[in-house]
């Protein structure tokens, strides 16, 4: 991360067969919905009789429709010399009491709203066009000449492009280029500049978020804060970590590293920052804890664009430790299979229950009672009929698995040979006590990371287990 600059308005113009060159196609400032809605109004028709709004309507349409960016509009009018958040258009005798120049036909007033990460995102993008230039709606080369009539519909499709967030383009053939000319409709270069500024998060690798212990490492090769944001200098790694809650929940992040100086973030799927911590106390780490309400989100683990603190760096390994207490069992990602017919209707729920007051959590210290318990909702296909569970203990490298009698013993790796427990016909939901009633402390157990997972099958294909992607974590310390 580094630091942003502050709230800001610019104005982009167009100018008719002017000289003035930009020195870039897209700064990273840009929508963080990857959509807006323009109020478009505007009186009049063309002199070949398409009206001034339904030309614009098309023009809001084409980026629709050729990009990944999504206009939508209403059909009202919203003065855009207002800054109301709403983005309006509509024809006037100045750029908001600035006159226009003698050779432009619209001018797109963009303002700024800081962010965390990235460059400043759009929040407002206003259009005014010229009223003492002459238009018209047409396709082919432009007529030249200033008393000639200019294609509205090409004008709109420019400063839409500056609306959304690009700028001038003159190295290819583009609806952006400074001045205009006879491309009338988007081109490759357009399409392409629009999803490398909204697709850079789509184009980073994600890691599924593992409550309890994960080792990574931001180093070279890892995506940068500018490739998931779309542009600007930021070049610190970045790695992310999509997670959903279904109730509110406490979660708390802790980064441990010899070297990475450590930057925890979260934030909603857009990238807009909730949550974030930049120093523990002591150390290279960082630590994070945040009450958030049911939804989606991404923890991001980041460190500085540049070295700050001498005893730490910006790429290193690092170990994350995870926990969450809710009131709510977590949901255990999507449902796998071992066999060939993955059971998209089957959904898995587990967590150690505070027995208390019926919350969850996956960390506990060594004296308390420790149940761990797995909700099934069994297949709507595989209820009434014959079924079976297992139940796998991962710490470390040991593989365990619960047999009939309760205890937890070593195995192969075969699924043949994994104990079946609890055979019975399937409810719709099946709750397992993976462990009830354990004290870690009197087995001599005073810090461990164990992560379980619980998969069912049916007596008719043995060798089909349904089970989850994120595992049962329980942790064992005493803080
Ligand atoms: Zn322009």
Redesign the pocket.
Known sequence: MKINLPYSLNL????FYSQVI?PYEITGSKWMSGSTTFYVQIPGASSSGLSWNDAFKSALNEWTQKTVFDFEFVEEYRDPCILDQLNGVAFTSDICGVAYGKNTLAV?MRSYRREILGEPSIVESDIVINNAMNYDVYDGKPRAGRNQAADFRRMAL??L??ALGL??EEAALSI?A?SISEINRLTTDDINAVRALYSGIDNCPKKALVFGQMMAALDKGDCTVSQITGGGADESFIDLYPFSLSAPTTVNFTIESQSLDAVLLISNPLLEINHLDYKTKSGCGSELSADLQPGNYMLLANTFAQKIDPLCDVKGAYTLFSSFESSTIMDLGKTLSTGTSPSKQAKFQGGILISEDFRFTNTQSPGEALNVVAVVNVDPIHINKEGFFIVIAEVGKQILALNSGGEFTQVSNTLAELPKIRSKTLNAIERIDITKDFFPSSRGIEDINVNFYVGYGLYSNVNEIYYHQLPINATISKK
């Open positions: 982009v113009f167009w100018i930009f797109t420019h400063e492009g500056h700028e001038h952006m400074p």
